[in-house]
């Protein structure tokens, strides 16, 4: 069995009496697009920045490509790429300025030409001032300077935030190519789509904990929709619920139902009591998480 | 290195010329103004009033006594104001900007980031005083005054202003890496400065005070400053390098302690496990 390229054991860290992340238990295989996921304030950006030796940890262990991250953090950091979710640049400086200093610093593989190639594909001009640049742009230089350098790991905290889809897409493509090559991607977000596109497994942090892992084809099997409907006639309280329909709420002439399978026969017993209008509400991935988990007999630590 | 060094210099440059400009212009007024002083002026004894003698100011009689009580006795007190603002900006203000954490994950130590931003504002310091010296040797030169005093002498003695840079800077950067926040760390700098140049001046004044003066950074410089007529005073030079030398130790040593990004202070950031 090869070694995993993350992997924390009781990872815990505090600040004073205030918890980060609490006996965090994660593994990440070689290869693999991890999908990292939960709500703000979770715990996430911190175990990232434990990873990077950014933040020190309180109790337990982090370790990248089987070396500590704290004491062997430079020779980590050498193979690691990474885009922070509050990417901030030097606005007094050109993009390729700060592209410069990182493709020397960084060390690794220097190549130009995919430099190149990425600034095009992510439609990036690096010679402008960075203080010119909007909030995406920013964020493209912050993603050159990430995967220029072919690393072994990138870890990318939302990395398509603040971009127009049509740039997420491309996006999306790098981390399949990196992942075609064999490199590994742990890849934070909130956006359970692009999560879906393309992570082999994701892991879900709720309170500094690693609440659930799982493959993403299970995650997609588990997928929740919450509908609002106006009826012109109300139908009886519970009359519509079913195997995997559940009514949740009742105001005025709406209904909300939550749907987790069989839509189809929820919308063919719907019309028969006239409906008016159909609201499908965007649900949020810790919802679809923890309706999954509690399906499935509670919450699985990693 | 060399690369990250290029880039701290870089990225000061704006700060580091607009420095340079501002203390160039008062280097120059000083000195322009001297053959413009009123004879009423000249002629005050500052020794009969004492508030003037006890911060520094001798007669304004001869220009070496006119400069030496006002442009390089207020020099210090800007040039340390310089290496407080830019010495706090290279750690606190960086992470609170956030530029910080880009840095930190790059394959560099901890160590090796605050010697590298030690030795970028060393440098740039020594390029701001470097064209101040030139700038106030210059308009000296263009007023062909009747002094003993050299255009040398002028220049070098403004280039013993860097080991006051140096002093502050350190102070700053220690700060930065210590206390929580970048507002914090200035602020204190900025006590720590203003403690140093002016209790030194009360010192002058109030003789309870004297016990003091050896923990004040601008007490030693007093003794440097005269180098404009006199010899240069290397032990003083030597326990304010030493000075900044130990404030840049403790920065090495709160920096590879501290948690990037989140700003606790030093009793809140985690003990390191294993």
């Not at chain 1, 980060?20 to 996430?44: D, Q, R």
């Not at chain 2, 280097?27 to 103004?33: D, E, G």
Request: with cysteine; hydrophobic share 45%; charged share 20%.
């Amino acid at each position: 069995m090869s070694q995993p390229i993350i992997e924390t054991n009781d990872l815990s860290v505090y600040y004073g009496r205030q918890r980060g992340i609490h006996a965090l238990n994660m593994t990440v295989e070689p290869g693999e697009v991890y999908g990292f996921l939960g709500p703000n304030g979770a715990g996430k950006t911190t175990t990232l920045r434990v990873l990077l030796d950014i933040i020190r940890p309180t109790a337990g262990r982090a370790a990248v490509f089987g070396l500590d991250c704290h004491r062997d953090g430079v020779a980590i950091r050498r193979r690691v790429g990474y885009i922070p979710g509050e990417l901030m640049l030097y606005t007094q400086l050109r993009a390729e300025e700060y592209l410069d200093m990182v493709t020397r610093v960084g060390g690794g593989q220097s190549d130009p030409d995919y430099r190149r190639r990425l600034c095009a594909l992510l439609d990036l001009d690096p010679r402008r001032p960075m203080h010119t640049y909007s909030r995406g742009n920013k964020q493209k230089v912050g993603l050159v300077a990430a995967f220029m350098r072919r690393p072994d790991l990138l870890i990318l905290d939302e990395p398509t935030s603040g971009l127009d889809p049509l740039i997420q897409q491309n996006v999306l493509d790098l981390v399949r190519e990196a992942r075609a090559d064999g490199r590994t991607v742990l890849f934070s977000s909130h956006v359970l789509p692009e999560v879906q596109a393309v992570c082999d497994r994701v892991g879900i942090i709720r309170d500094g904990q690693i609440v659930a892992t799982e493959k993403v084809e299970q995650l997609l099997k588990s997928r929740l929709q919450r509908l609002h409907i106006r009826f012109a006639q109300m139908p009886p309280a519970g009359a519509l619920d079913g195997d995997g329909v559940t009514e949740l709420d009742r105001v005025g002439d709406s209904v909300t139902f939550e749907v987790r399978a069989n839509l189809n026969r929820l919308l063919a017993q719907a019309v028969a009591y006239d409906v008016l209008e159909l609201d499908n509400e965007q649900v949020t991935l810790e919802e679809i998480f923890m309706t999954y988990y509690s399906r499935n007999g509670g919450a699985r630590h990693d | 290195m060399i690369d990250l060094l290029r880039h701290e210099l870089r990225v000061r440059r704006g700060s580091f010329i607009g420095w340079a400009l501002g203390l160039a212009f008062f280097c120059s007024i000083y000195t322009l103004i001297y053959p413009n002083l009123p004879a009423e002026v000249r002629e005050i004894d500052p020794r009969a009033l004492a508030l003037l003698e006890s911060i520094g100011i001798q007669t304004f009689a001869t220009f070496e006594g006119f400069i030496l009580g006002t442009l390089f006795n207020f020099l210090p007190l800007l040039v340390g104001l310089f290496g407080v603002v830019v010495g706090a900006g290279a750690l606190g203000g960086e992470e609170d900007d956030g530029t910080l954490e880009l840095l930190a994950a790059l394959p560099i130590s901890r160590v090796q980031l605050v010697l590298v931003k030690t030795l970028a504002l060393a440098i740039g310091a020594a390029l701001v005083i470097l064209f101040d010296g030139l700038v106030a040797a210059g308009v000296f030169s263009l007023l062909g005054l009747d002094t003993p005093v050299t255009a040398l002498d002028m220049f070098l003695t403004v280039q013993s202003m860097w080991v006051m840079a140096f002093v502050f800077l350190a102070i700053g950067l220690f700060l930065g890496a210590y206390l929580p926040n970048h507002g914090m760390a200035l602020g204190v700098a900025l006590a720590a400065l203003f403690t140093s140049f002016f209790g030194d001046n009360l010192a002058g004044m109030a003789p309870v005070l004297e016990p003091l003066q050896p923990f004040l950074p601008h007490y030693h410089y007093e003794s440097v400053i005269h180098m404009l007529t006199g010899d240069v005073a290397w032990r003083e030079i030597g326990i304010l390098v030493a000075i900044g030398v130990g404030f840049v130790f403790l920065a090495v040593l709160s920096f590879r302690r501290r948690n990037l990004t989140v700003g606790a202070w030093p009793w809140q950031r985690p003990r390191m496990a294993g």
